[in-house]
T-cell receptor, first 114, second 114 residues
Framework: DAGVTQSPTHLIKTRGQQVTLRCSPKSGHDTVSWYQQALGQGPQFIFQYYEEEERQRGNFPDRFSGHQFPNYSSELNVNALLLGDSALYLC?????????????FGPGTRLTVL | AQSVSQHNHHVILSEAASLELGCNYSYGGTVNLFWYVQYPGQHLQLLLKYFSGDPLVKGIKGFEAEFIKSKFSFNLRKPSVQWSDTAEYFCAVTLSGGYNKLIFGAGTRLAVHP
């Protein structure tokens, strides 16, 4: 049973560029959440997707957008990259999205913005 | 805004020492509480969780945590640590009745020396 997978593992971009990160949820899960983990900090919630709709959003600008596909996989897009966007981006999946549903995390994508 | 505080950023212990990591949250309503662990080179995984009932919860690998509602605290404990417990530990909450958006603390990096 494959867990949550993310691609790519590492990515280097320059300021102003755009990036797309991908996530495949754990088998049977229908809800995907994205988190940003800056160095030395805990993960911060970006947004959550359920039934191909953004259901909840954290305090991130519109430069951060996402998508969920019919097979429940998801993408995170970041436009007009800033140096401060350098972080580990984590994807988490769950079956349902109530506050009781455990989230399973992927290994993350390390984004470096130069 | 809701927040989670972890008091110790770095903890260094010798094997067999006892461990207690502090966690406090700020939110006036009902929360669900979690401890996640991230071993070196691995992804975040759930250590234990509390939703309701007995405030003393037991997790994997001999860890336990106690929810003290009056203190808004959910401290993690282990009577005797091992070298393999070297990891980063994150306390997190979700707001009961809402979605499973996790609000994380900044993490505590634990190093256990043989």
């Amino acid at each position: 049973d494959a867990g949550v997978t993310q691609s790519p593992t590492h990515l280097i971009k320059t300021r102003g560029q755009q990036v797309t990160l991908r996530c495949s949820p754990k088998s049977g899960h229908d809800t995907v959440s994205w988190y940003q983990q800056a160095l030395g900090q805990g993960p911060q919630f970006i947004f959550q997707y359920y039934e191909e709709e953004e259901r909840q959003r954290g305090n991130f600008p519109d430069r951060f957008s996402g998508h969920q596909f019919p097979n429940y996989s998801s993408e995170l897009n970041v436009n007009a990259l800033l140096l401060g966007d350098s972080a580990l981006y984590l994807c988490a999946s769950s079956l349902g999205g109530t506050s009781f549903n455990e989230q399973f995390f992927g290994p993350g994508t390390r984004l470096t913005v130069l | 805004a809701q927040s989670v505080s972890q008091h110790n950023h770095h903890v260094i212990l010798s094997e067999a020492a006892s461990l207690e990591l502090g966690c406090n949250y700020s939110y006036g309503g009902t929360v669900n509480l979690f401890w996640y662990v991230q071993y070196p080179g691995q992804h975040l995984q759930l250590l234990l969780k509390y939703f309701s009932g007995d405030p003393l919860v037991k997790g994997i690998k001999g860890f336990e945590a106690e929810f003290i509602k009056s203190k808004f605290s959910f401290n993690l404990r282990k009577p005797s640590v091992q070298w393999s417990d070297t990891a980063e530990y994150f306390c997190a909450v979700t707001l009961s009745g809402g979605y499973n958006k996790l609000i994380f603390g900044a993490g505590t990096r634990l190093a256990v020396h043989p």
